[in-house]
């Protein structure tokens, strides 16, 4: 009995250092937390419902670049019609480039006439994604809605 014994305790012994020699590092790269940058135009209008569409690319310091498309619907008490040339995002809390696509809840008030700045702090879950640029046009109300970067 006492052989049998020793004998499950040297597998088991085994088992445990294999397990303990087991590499952990793929765990540890996963922390790495990436910046990424959105540049963008958009175009848009809005009379209750909101519409904006445009174009960018995201460059993360990673060196991983992508082409994208923008998004914006919503709806509120809104009207105009509206511009955003030469945007910036910085997206921030994310681990690589394939985390910045998806949609971002938007909210915010507007109010401008001719040319006016654009600021704006947008979430998708832990990741943030603050905007500004300059623009044109006539914009006036509140609005909720989502603010969607994908693939062209």
Known sequence: MTLRT??????????????????????????????????????????????????????????QSAPVKISVVGGGLTAGKFRVTDGKGEITRVHGIAEVFGDYVQ?????????????????????SLALTGTGQGIDLGVSVGKFTIARP
């Open 6 to 63: 020793t004998a499950w305790a040297s597998v088991l012994l085994a088992g445990t250092m294999a397990l303990a020699a087991w590499p952990a590092a793929p765990a540890r790269a996963a922390e790495t937390m990436v910046k990424c940058e959105l540049s963008y135009n958009l175009q848009g209008w809005s009379i209750i419902y909101k519409h904006a569409e445009g174009a960018g690319t995201v460059t993360c310091d990673n060196g």
């Open 107 to 127: 909210a915010g008030a507007e109010a401008g006439v001719g040319k006016s700045a654009h600021a704006q702090v947008l979430t998708k879950g832990t990741t």
